[in-house]
């Protein structure tokens, strides 16, 4: 079994930054990579990034491109996602999710979630 525990969320105006951290306990060394994904009420997750074990790739969703970057600290089992230039879109619940392989960007591909942290940019 995974644990993710998300952390970092929180209020913030339009153009602030806020930076998620993901920390992962249990059977880290059988994830091949990890994710954030986020999601609004009455709509499916959505892809935000993702990140190899090793840390060297990395993708972003096209819309979070150059505003969002994802990074990870193997020693400390921990995964981030630095959010710059936010908008009031980007308000949603976010959530870090782990693999050991499958379509990144699809949700179903990741067995463990964490329980989400609140990310609200107002306007």
């Known amino acids: 079994q995974v644990q993710l525990v998300e952390s970092g969320g929180g209020l913030v105006q339009a153009g602030g930054s806020l930076r998620l951290s993901c920390a992962a306990s249990?059977?880290?060394?059988?994830?091949?990579?990890m994710a954030w994904f986020r999601q609004t009420p009455g709509k499916e997750r959505e892809f935000v990034a993702r990140?190899?074990?090793?840390?060297?790739?990395?993708y972003s969703a096209s819309s979070m491109k150059g505003r969002f970057a994802i990074s990870r600290d193997n020693a400390k089992n921990t995964v981030y996602l630095q959010m710059n230039s936010l908008k009031p879109e980007d308000t949603a619940v976010y959530y870090c999710a782990a693999s050991t392989g499958g379509i990144y960007y699809y949700s179903r591909t990741y067995p463990y979630w964490g329980q989400g942290t609140q990310v609200t940019v107002s306007s």
């Open positions: 249990g059977r880290t060394y059988s994830h091949n990579f």
């Open positions: 990140i190899s074990r090793s840390g060297i790739s990395t």
